[in-house]
């Protein structure tokens, strides 16, 4: 016998048939959709805050106020790593490039190559 693989009841009719219904293909699909948005919505933001610390590096700035950073649209709520370093100190990483907080008011931008010296320390 098989069974939806939305709801696991019995199916009935052709062989090929997934769902038990409409209801249980659509709410499948949908549930499938919104995984699929909530991961690119994520990417998307990790990608524009890796772009952002990209720009003030280029532009050989390292220490920056979080206001201005937050006005250039960074959301702070998402990272891909989190390194400490000896005393402790988190530095938040978008993938190779990261920062340290340096007080209640800025940010310091951690380089590519500091990461892979902080990583072989480890
Ligand atoms: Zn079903």
Not at 8 to 28: L, P, Q, V, W, Y
Not at 52 to 81: A, P, W, Y
């Amino acid at each position: 016998m098989r069974l939806c693989i939305e709801c696991g009841r019995a199916i009935t009719g052709r062989s090929d048939k997934k769902f038990c219904s409409e209801m249980c293909r659509n709410s499948f699909h949908n549930k499938r959709n919104r995984r699929e948005t909530v991961i690119q919505e994520t990417n998307r933001i990790l990608q524009k805050n890796y772009r952002i610390l990209q720009g003030f590096l280029s532009g050989n700035e390292r220490e920056i106020t979080i206001i201005r950073v937050k006005s250039e649209g960074f959301d702070f709520n998402l990272f891909t790593s989190i390194e400490f370093s000896p005393s402790g100190e988190p530095c938040f990483y978008c993938y190779d490039t990261g920062y340290v907080v340096m007080n209640d008011c800025s940010i310091k931008i951690v380089s590519p190559s500091n990461y892979f010296s902080l990583q072989s320390k480890i």
